[in-house]
Nanobody, 117 residues
Framework: QVRLAESGGGSVESGGSLRLSCQASGYTASRYCMAWFRQVPGEEPQFVSSVDTDGTTIYGDSVKGRFTVSLNNAENTLYLQMNSLKPEDTAMYYC???????????RGPGTQVSVSS
């Protein structure tokens, strides 16, 4: 059974940093894609960033230059380094696993990020 588990969320002040992790288990494949999304209650999910096993990364416009995504294939772990955090980054962040970056089939429960001004 495939499972995703996020960690690393918390509360920080504006300008601070956090590093999120997403541990995947129960899935073995040589090629896949993992991504971060975020969601605020009452709003649609927002794409944050993705990375595939070829190393190709994509970022949402609102996080470019501040967030860095990385994937440790050996540990099946996805990371998101978030710097220069802003109050508008406050959301529930969750990871997704996909056969490709346009076909996700599993998501984690999420980890809350709160940024105060």
């Amino acid at each position: 059974q495939v499972r995703l588990a996020e960690s690393g969320g918390g509360s920080v002040e504006s300008g601070g940093s956090l590093r999120l992790s997403c541990q995947a288990s129960g899935y073995t494949a040589s090629r896949y894609c993992m991504a971060w999304f975020r969601q605020v209650p009452g709003e649609e999910p927002q794409f944050v960033s993705s990375v595939d096993t070829d190393g190709t990364t994509i970022y949402g416009d609102s996080v470019k230059g501040r967030f860095t995504v990385s994937l440790n294939n050996a540990e099946n772990t996805l990371y998101l380094q978030m710097n220069s955090l802003k109050p508008e980054d406050t959301a529930m962040y969750y990871c997704q696993l996909g056969f490709a970056c346009d076909y996700y089939f599993e998501r984690g429960p999420g980890t809350q990020v709160s940024v105060s001004s």
